[in-house]
Nanobody
Framework: QVQLVESGGGSGQAGGSLRLSCAAS????????MGWFRQAPGKEREGVAA????????YYADSVKGRFTISQDNAKNTVYMQMNSLKPEDPAMYYC???????????????????????WGQGTQVTVSS
């Protein structure tokens, strides 16, 4: 059984930082993407960042480039997201996700999560105070 457990959410100040963690268990695919998505009230879930398990290539939404950094510790099956320079538009429920990547896939990372069997965590809330 695949489990993704997020932690590290909470309240950060505008301009401040938070660090999210996602510990994965029960997942055996070696070629996968782990990512972070977020959903604010009344809005659709959007992709924030992803990292490829082989090689560590990273991908970001334009809204967080230069501010958020995704990283992974394969030995711990954990992915992190360092969130710096928090903005008023960053508050949302943040979800960790993992999807196996077919070797032939050449599409976008966001479409990958939409198209294939994706496992999701329960989410961790992030708020930003001014």
């Amino acid at each position: 059984q695949v489990q993704l457990v997020e932690s590290g959410g909470g309240s950060g100040q505008a301009g401040g930082s938070l660090r999210l963690s996602c510990a994965a268990s029960g997942y055996t695919a070696s070629r996968n993407y782990m990512g972070w998505f977020r959903q604010a009230p009344g809005k659709e879930r959007e992709g924030v960042a992803a990292i490829y398990s082989r090689g560590g290539n990273t991908y970001y939404a334009d809204s967080v480039k230069g501010r958020f950094t995704i990283s992974q510790d394969n030995a711990k099956n954990t992915v992190y997201m360092q969130m710096n320079s928090l903005k008023p538009e960053d508050p949302a429920m943040y979800y960790c996700a993992v999807v196996e990547a077919p070797a032939w896939w050449s599409g976008s990372w966001i479409d990958l999560f939409k198209r294939f069997n994706t496992f999701w965590g329960q989410g961790t809330q992030v708020t930003v105070s001014s």
